[in-house]
């Protein structure tokens, strides 16, 4: 179990990074917010391919090519979403 969420960690840190990279924002993220976007993101990924798949399939492992790339997609869409919400709070300002 503890290798498994160091994996997490690992692979989420850099499908972070790619992401904010993928999503313009990599001058403004920091490392602990590229770590907690792909494990975050990797996470809601996981649970929408769970309730998605009828043979209750859930997150590949993290050392895979379709786990980096959930953690990827997760991460750019976590991205967007934190993104929509801070550019509402500050044009309402």
Do not use: H, K, Y
Not at 11 to 30: C, D, H, K, T, Y
Not at 49 to 78: H, K, Q
């Amino acid at each position: 179990m503890l290798w498994s969420i160091i994996s997490w960690i690992i692979v989420g840190g850099l499908a972070g990074w790619i992401a904010s990279m993928i999503m313009g924002r990599n001058a403004q993220m920091g490392f602990v917010a590229n770590v907690l976007a792909g494990v975050v993101g990797a996470f809601v990924v996981g649970l929408i391919v769970s309730f998605l798949t009828s043979d209750g399939g859930g997150m590949p492992e993290a050392f895979s090519l379709w786990g980096f790339i959930a953690a990827i997609i997760g991460a750019c869409l976590l991205i967007w979403v934190v993104s929509l919400v801070r550019g509402r709070g500050r044009s309402r300002v």
